[in-house]
C-alpha cells in the first residue's frame, strides 16, 4: 500500500521560509503527478502547485514567484519550497500523487500544519 508522508511544517513570522517534504513509500514505480493541496480553516481546499514526470510545473497565482515545488524521482519525494509567507498561507498542507498525467489522484498524506503569524 502506497502511503505519502509529509514534514517540515510548522509555525513561522510572516516573510520567513518554510521547506516542506513529502516521501512516498510502498511503491517502486514514479508517480506522474506530485502535488501540493491546503485547507485554511473555515475553506475549501485549493491546490498549492503541481508537478508532472519530467518537470512541468504549475502554481496557485497568489504562490507564484514565492513557492517552488520540485521532486526527487529516484526518491519518490515531493517539495515545496515556501518564501515570503503571509498569514494568509496559513493551513494545512497536503500532499497528494497520482500514476496517470490527468483525473483523480491516488494517493493523498495525512497534512502537515504551517501557521504563519503576523
Known amino acids: 500500500q502506497v502511503q505519502l508522508v509529509e514534514s517540515g511544517g510548522g509555525l513561522v513570522q510572516a516573510g520567513r521560509s518554510l521547506r516542506l517534504s513529502c516521501a512516498a513509500s510502498?511503491?517502486?514505480?514514479?508517480?506522474?503527478?506530485m502535488s501540493w493541496a491546503r485547507q485554511a480553516p473555515g475553506k475549501q481546499r485549493e491546490w498549492v502547485a503541481a508537478?508532472?514526470?519530467?518537470?512541468?510545473?504549475t502554481y496557485l497565482d497568489t504562490v507564484k514567484g514565492r513557492f517552488t515545488i520540485s521532486r526527487d524521482g529516484a526518491k519518490n519525494t515531493v517539495y515545496l519550497q515556501m518564501n515570503g509567507l503571509t498569514p494568509e498561507d496559513t493551513g494545512v498542507y497536503y500532499c497528494?500523487?497520482?500514476?496517470?498525467?490527468?483525473?483523480?489522484?491516488?494517493?493523498w498524506g495525512q497534512g502537515t500544519q504551517v501557521t504563519v503569524s503576523s
Open positions: 497528494a500523487a497520482r500514476w496517470a498525467r490527468l483525473g483523480s489522484y491516488d494517493s
Open positions: 510502498g511503491t517502486d514505480g514514479s508517480f506522474h503527478t
Open positions: 508537478i508532472y514526470l519530467g518537470g512541468f510545473t
